[in-house]
């Protein structure tokens, strides 16, 4: 019976982990999210570093899903097939391109390499 216990002690618990981790990382989303430019918005409209935050978001979640907590998979299971969507749009391109050539920080140059990667982004 105590064996029982405890196993179902330790999923419940990774649950919460991953529940919690979850949660955290789409607060500091929302938190930039109303300040996104919509569809069919001026290039003039992108001036107020939405994007730049929203990539040094992004890059905070490739790195607690893969380095920090890799065993939850949250990365593939949700956060990379959602930036993946704003790769599509010119703005959201052209703006990490542009944080790539004033080599804006995303941690150490081989974490950014795998970020980047992970992304689809090549010759980083």
Same mark, same amino acid.
């Given at each position: 019976?105590?064996?029982? /216990?405890?196993?179902?002690?330790?999923?419940?618990?990774?649950?919460?982990?991953?529940?919690?981790?979850?949660l955290s990382l789409?607060?500091? /989303?929302?938190?930039?999210?109303?300040?996104?430019?919509?569809?069919?918005?001026?290039?003039?409209?992108?001036?107020?570093?939405?994007?730049?935050? /929203?990539?040094?978001?992004?890059?905070?979640?490739?790195?607690?899903?893969?380095?920090?907590?890799?065993?939850?998979?949250?990365?593939?299971?949700?956060?990379?097939?959602?930036?993946?969507?704003?790769?599509?749009?010119?703005? /959201?391109?052209?703006?990490?391109?542009?944080?790539?050539?004033?080599?804006?920080?995303?941690?150490?140059?081989?974490?950014?390499?795998?970020?980047?990667? +992970?992304?689809?982004?090549?010759? +980083?």
């Amino acid at each position: 019976m105590v064996g029982v /216990y405890s196993q179902r002690a330790l999923v419940n618990s990774k649950k919460n982990s991953k529940t919690d981790i979850f949660l955290s990382l789409r607060a500091a /989303y929302i938190n930039i999210h109303g300040d996104f430019p919509r569809k069919g918005c001026e290039k003039t409209d992108l001036n107020n570093g939405v994007l730049e935050r /929203y990539w040094l978001n992004a890059y905070n979640e490739w790195y607690v899903t893969n380095i920090i907590c890799p065993e939850h998979n949250l990365w593939d299971e949700f956060f990379k097939p959602a930036i993946m969507g704003a790769l599509e749009r010119d703005e /959201y391109k052209e703006k990490l391109e542009s944080m790539m050539a004033k080599k804006i920080c995303f941690g150490d140059s081989e974490h950014k390499k795998k970020f980047l990667r +992970s992304i689809g982004i090549k010759n +980083s």
